[in-house]
Structures are given as C-alpha cells and as structure tokens.
C-alpha cells in the first residue's frame, strides 16, 4: 500500500519536523504547506490523509478548510487545546480528532503553584528593589498561601494536579467544573469566584467558556493565575480591575494576542506576572506529548483505535480513496 499522505503544521523547521516524525517510517509521506498562511494550509489540504495540528493555532480546520480535504482520515492535535478547529465540522466528515491530554498536566500546575507563590510573596518587586539599591524589609507586604482559600477552574488533569499541589500547601482548595465530578471541594462557579483568594484558571477555551471569568467580580485583593487561554477570562475587566485595586495581582501565561503587543496594557501594570504562554514547556511535557503524538499516529497507520478523540468519531482511522468512483 502507498504511504498515507501526512500534512505537518507545527511551526518547526521542515528538516526539524521530518526527524521528529522519523519514526513512522516509509508509512507516510510528510509534507509541510508551502507558505505558513491560510493560502498555504488549504493549498496543501486536497491530498492530506492526515494532520498533525498546529499548536499556536494560526493553521486551524474549520469548516471551510475540511471541506477542502476530501481524503481527510485523521487530526492528531499535538496539544490539549483544540482551539480553531470545527469539530462540528471534522466529526459530519467522519474524521476523528485526537488530543494529547494530561502531557502537560504536571509542567502547568507547578507554574501555576510557583506563580502564585511569587505573587503572595512579592518576589518581583523584591528582586527589582533590591537590585535598585533599596532594602525594604518592611514594605513589601508579602503573604503567606496556607491557610487561603483557592478557587481552581476546571478539573481536567491540569485542574486536578493543582488541587492536590494546594492543598499539600495547607490550602483550602475548591474547584468548578462543567462536568459533574464525585471528588470532594466542587463549588458552584460564583461562589468560587467571589470568595477565593486565589482564583486558578486551567478549562479549556470553548464558546462555553469564552469570557467566563470576570475579573471584576472576584474578591477584593484576590490573585488571579490564568495558565488555561487568554480568552477564558475577560482581559478588558481584568485591566479595569487591576487598574482601580481590586486586584491584588495576576499571573498571566496566557492572552488574548499571542505574542502579547507591545502597547497592551498588562505591560505597565504593577503586581503582573507576565509568562510567554510557557507554562506547559518543560522538556518532560514535550517527552509525553511526543510519546503521545506519535503512538496516536502509529495506531492510526495500523488501523488500531486512536486515544483521545474529542468529537465523537470512531477512534479506527479508516482511509479514504475520494478520487476512486463510487461502487
């Protein structure tokens, strides 16, 4: 049989993306899109058996571009989030779409847990202080994190892992999630935001979730750590409540516009941790999730059933011979 037809768009070098696919073998042809636009991507759609996503989402499926790939069989997601693509719109194609959930769930709770214990702690403006000549021993109003109440939003592998970091802190941890889960601390959503002291955002971005969370309406003095999709929270409230003191902080790996612009104002606020949208790239996440991504691949070529899918397609990636007259 012919090798499948796989169409690579991370945002890699092609020399870099053909090694780390080296494993698949003579089983696929790799091929990258010409030029890394939306020209490019449905250009090179018509022949793609399968995808391997983009993780920064600038190259997406939604529905006008599954219905430029007639021989579609497989979208292997190398990342937790979906966002861009029409799974609506893959699943009345028969295609399956994977993720790759839980590579990043350990990498992402640290950072939340580390970003919000720079926040309690001051560690910023002690730093800068120090290294401006000052020496305020006094000033810096740091917090202790045990003993406060922490909110977590979502409850996927990465919301799990950070209730039980937090609570190992001495925290008194609940979570909100839209699914009903039998673990103890579920809280119902406004509850949890108006009343934690740290409010942990880590649900996938989805136009259920997009502007969830108001920053406005959380407690006053409350840190907010978003390591989940800049759109999950209103990021125009956010400024607002920064801006007027409502806030007592916020870490932030995560925004609106990826790279962040440079006149955002997020850049000139105090009490703002600001992170590359890093918070799951450690070189243990990027072990897993290649593992992931390419058992996913190989099971597919083997016609073993696939983990992971997210819109309800069989999981047995079967090919497609679109150009062949119907029978």
Sequence with gaps: MSPWNLLA?????EEATRHLLAPLGDRVEVRVPATRDRAGLLAALPEAEIVLGDWTSTLVLDAEAVKHAPALAFVQQPSVGVDGHDLAALAEAGVPLANTPGVSAVAVSEWCL?????????????????????????????RELSGRRVGVVGYGPIGENCVRLFRALGCEVSYWTRTPRQAPGRADLETLVSTSDVLVVVIAL???????????RMKPGALLVNAARGGVVDQAAL?????????????????DTEPLPADDPLRDLPDVLLSPH??????????????????????????????????GVSPTVRRRFPDLPAI
């Design 278 to 311: 890093a918070a799951g790239v450690t070189p243990e996440a990027t072990t897993r999730l290649l593992t992931a991504t390419l058992d996913n691949l190989t099971a597919a070529l083997e016609g073993r059933e696939v983990q992971a899918v997210l819109n």
């Design 114 to 142: 580390a970003a919000t214990l720079s926040l309690s702690r001051r560690l910023g403006a002690a730093d800068a202080a120090v290294r401006a000549g000052e020496w305020p021993q006094q000033g810096l109003r740091p």
């Design 206 to 216: 989805s136009e259920e979730t997009r502007g969830l969370i108001d920053p406005r």
């Design 239 to 255: 400024v607002a409540a920064l801006r007027d003191g409502r806030l007592g902080g916020a870490a932030l790996d995560v925004f």
């Design 9 to 13: 768009l991370p945002p890699l070098p």
